[in-house]
């Protein structure tokens, strides 16, 4: 489980469960760990995910992926279809952020012969490496 900002910064992610975990119990054991949704504050989640007032999925059975929409030669055709739109434009910025990710650490693409323990920390070290590199201060300094 990931979260980002729209800056591609990574806020929170939860690391090493299975393939096999549902959304759900992945997001309860993080809310159990600590993770908050700030007040006044909402997370938008793909549909493994229920509404609830801190966190907004996509309607389901209406048309929700940006390729559905044909690069905007198809346009929504209801509240519902126009709500799912501008979520998976705002939902994209997660897309986004993992595939900076794996193109910047490839090491998240293959598989390893590093331990399970091992294993399940580096994802959480390249999301930090990942948020050091795009703090645009380090670099404005580095150039002086």
């Not at 346009?75 to 799912?84: F, G, I, S, T, V």
Request: charged share 20%; proline share 4%.
């Amino acid at each position: 489980m990931i979260a980002c900002d729209f800056d591609l910064k990574i806020t929170f992610i939860s690391c090493g469960w299975e393939g096999s975990a549902t959304d759900a119990r992945v997001l309860r054991s993080a809310m159990n760990s600590g993770f908050k949704v700030p007040d006044g504050k909402f997370y938008l989640v793909d549909g493994g995910y229920a509404n609830t007032t801190s966190f907004l999925a996509p309607y389901r059975g209406v048309r929700y992926h940006l390729n559905e929409f044909g690069h905007g030669h198809h346009r929504p055709q209801n509240h519902r279809e126009l709500y799912n739109l501008r979520h998976a434009l705002l939902r994209n910025h997660v897309e986004r952020t993992l595939g900076v990710l794996k193109k910047r650490f490839p090491i998240l693409n293959v598989g390893t012969l590093h331990s399970i323990r091992n294993q399940a920390r580096i994802p959480a070290a390249t999301a930090i490496f990942h948020n050091i590199i795009n703090i645009p201060e380090l670099f404005a300094l580095s150039k002086v």
